[in-house]
């Protein structure tokens, strides 16, 4: 174990939300390797994990059985995914998804014992994603093939200000006691996945929107939006294409897409 005489520096709050809690803190401060040192919490059908790096290094090996889902809350990464080339920084604000038994070799070029570059690890089971995604099907109530499904893709995006919240709010879920806390993790799950299987289906329906088996009465309303952008958003005829109240409309779209028409 590596002894430092004063206290570690530990990765900055990101805009205000507390990414830190006692017991994470604590666990950080027991450091035993300085590149990727890891504290982890363990949950059914998941695990979260804080990987601390305190110096440089190149070609460090990352892989999970499960997929992985990454946030980046201090510092920088340069992530080589060599199954698809993929070379790129990988920044604070930014999620990085790895499919189930997907490698990826990093490269450290900014930490130090007073910077250290951290992130945030959560492994999800496959069956957890599969059940997230068949009661999102039903809910949706698709006629023809699902259309929420994971896909086992690299995914690497910015993330916006309520999966940053949500992700504190995992951290603390994770690393505290509570009597709830199995429930509470899991519905922190549930959104989690949710996002994800949210983004992949909005990317599908925007890039195979003409495709028979995608044809939904939201994709409609969708396809008509893509041919009219130029005219001003008529929110009663996108009802009147889907056939829906305005308010199941508003329902059924954010489900599929995570957003407001």
Same mark, same amino acid.
């Given at each position: 174990?590596?002894?430092?005489?004063?206290?570690?520096?530990?990765?900055?709050?990101?805009?205000?939300?507390?990414?830190?809690?006692?017991?994470?803190?604590?666990?950080?401060?027991?450091?035993?390797?300085?590149?990727?040192?890891?504290?982890?919490?363990?949950?059914?059908?998941?695990?979260?994990?804080?990987?601390?790096?305190?110096?440089?290094?190149?070609?460090?090996?990352?892989?999970?059985?499960?997929?992985?889902?990454?946030?980046?809350?201090?510092?920088?990464?340069?992530?080589?995914?060599?199954?698809?080339?993929?070379?790129?920084?990988?920044?604070?604000?930014?999620?990085?998804?790895?499919?189930?038994?997907?490698?990826?070799?990093?490269?450290?070029?900014?930490?130090?014992?007073?910077?250290?570059?951290?992130?945030?690890?959560?492994?999800?089971?496959?069956?957890?994603?599969?059940?997230?995604?068949?009661?999102?099907?039903?809910?949706?109530?698709?006629?023809?093939?699902?259309?929420?499904?994971?896909?086992?893709?690299?995914?690497?995006?910015?993330?916006?200000?309520?999966?940053?919240? /949500?992700?504190?709010?995992?951290? +603390? *879920?994770?690393?505290?006691? %509570?009597?709830? &806390?199995?429930?509470? !993790?899991?519905?922190?799950?549930?959104?989690?996945?949710?996002?994800?299987?949210?983004?992949?289906?909005?990317?599908?329906?925007?890039?195979?929107?003409?495709?028979?088996?995608?044809?939904?009465?939201?994709?409609?309303? /969708?396809?008509?939006?893509?041919? +009219? *952008?130029?005219?001003?958003? %008529?929110?009663? &005829?996108?009802?009147? !294409?889907?056939?829906?109240?305005?308010?199941?409309?508003?329902?059924?779209?954010?489900?599929?897409?995570?957003?407001?028409?």
């Amino acid at each position: 174990m590596y002894c430092c005489p004063q206290k570690l520096s530990m990765s900055p709050d990101l805009k205000g939300i507390k990414m830190h809690t006692p017991q994470l803190n604590k666990q950080r401060q027991q450091l035993k390797v300085l590149i990727e040192n890891k504290v982890t919490f363990a949950a059914d059908n998941s695990e979260l994990s804080i990987y601390d790096t305190y110096e440089n290094a190149q070609k460090v090996a990352l892989h999970s059985k499960e997929l992985l889902f990454c946030a980046m809350l201090s510092g920088k990464k340069v992530m080589h995914v060599e199954s698809c080339q993929y070379h790129k920084a990988f920044l604070p604000h930014e999620s990085f998804v790895l499919a189930p038994e997907q490698g990826v070799l990093i490269d450290f070029e900014q930490a130090s014992l007073n910077a250290p570059t951290t992130c945030l690890a959560i492994e999800i089971s496959t069956d957890k994603i599969t059940q997230v995604a068949n009661a999102l099907n039903i809910e949706q109530r698709f006629a023809s093939d699902d259309l929420f499904a994971y896909t086992p893709q690299l995914v690497h995006s910015q993330h916006n200000s309520q999966t940053q919240q /949500l992700l504190a709010r995992m951290v +603390h *879920l994770f690393s505290e006691p %509570d009597e709830q &806390r199995g429930y509470l !993790i899991d519905l922190s799950l549930n959104e989690l996945i949710t996002r994800l299987l949210q983004q992949q289906s909005r990317d599908l329906l925007l890039k195979h929107g003409n495709n028979p088996q995608l044809k939904t009465p939201v994709n409609n309303a /969708l396809q008509y939006i893509e041919e +009219h *952008l130029n005219e001003a958003l %008529d929110i009663e &005829r996108l009802c009147k !294409i889907a056939c829906m109240s305005r308010s199941k409309f508003y329902q059924q779209f954010k489900l599929a897409f995570g957003t407001s028409p």
